[in-house]
């Protein structure tokens, strides 16, 4: 049981680190998309 403990420990806080990170830096990757697409329209319409 101790191993159990032992094994979640070691690949339990490694994944949710790595969802946590994953769910921050899809959150801003949205936003420079979008921050992207207004800085291209601003772009065409001063032609």
Same mark, same amino acid.
């Given at each position: 049981? %101790?191993? #159990? +403990? $032992?094994?979640? /420990?070691?690949?339990?806080?490694? *994944? /949710? =680190? $790595? #969802? +946590?990170?994953? =769910?921050? #830096?899809?959150?801003?990757?949205?936003k420079?998309? %979008? $921050?992207?697409n207004?800085? $291209?329209? /601003?772009? *065409?319409g001063?032609?």
């Amino acid at each position: 049981m %101790e191993e #159990v +403990y $032992s094994q979640i /420990a070691n690949l339990g806080f490694p *994944i /949710a =680190v $790595s #969802v +946590y990170l994953l =769910v921050r #830096v899809e959150g801003k990757l949205n936003k420079l998309t %979008e $921050s992207i697409n207004e800085l $291209s329209k /601003a772009i *065409i319409g001063m032609k």
